[in-house]
């Protein structure tokens, strides 16, 4: 069984976890927040700086596009009760249990 690491979010304030060199950031879609790596499935670009467009995620780093609704469903699993939002992040199996960074910045829209 894989562990995870739990965090939880001031949501909207607190967008965006940071557990070891892995970026997370959270996604209100339809009133729902996901939790999402911010990793692009191309060369590891950062998504969470991308811009969203006709539903779709474009990549910052060579423009690549991915369906957002692919993207949450492939999320990490969430509560949300209200502002907090509860993520568990899955764990890398030879480290210990880093404490998770949560922080807010400007998402590019
Ligand atoms: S790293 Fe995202 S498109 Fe290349």
């Known amino acids: 069984m894989s562990r995870s ?6 949501w909207p304030r607190e967008n965006t976890v940071v ?10 879609r339809s009133g729902a927040v996901h939790v999402i790596a911010s990793r692009c499935a191309h060369r590891g670009g950062p ?3 991308g811009r969203i467009e006709n539903g779709k995620l474009r ?14 469903a492939r999320g990490v699993a969430v509560v949300q009760r209200g502002d ?8 890398e199996p030879d480290s210990p249990d880093s ?11």
């Open 99 to 109: 404490p998770a960074a949560v922080n807010s910045i400007v998402l590019a829209k």
């Open 84 to 91: 907090r939002v509860i993520a568990y992040l899955p764990a």
């Open 5 to 10: 690491v739990r965090v939880e979010l001031d």
């Open 47 to 49: 998504l969470h700086l």
């Open 19 to 28: 557990l070891g060199d892995r970026h997370f950031f959270a996604y209100d």
């Open 59 to 72: 990549c910052p780093w060579h423009g690549n596009d991915f369906r957002v609704d692919r993207l949450c």
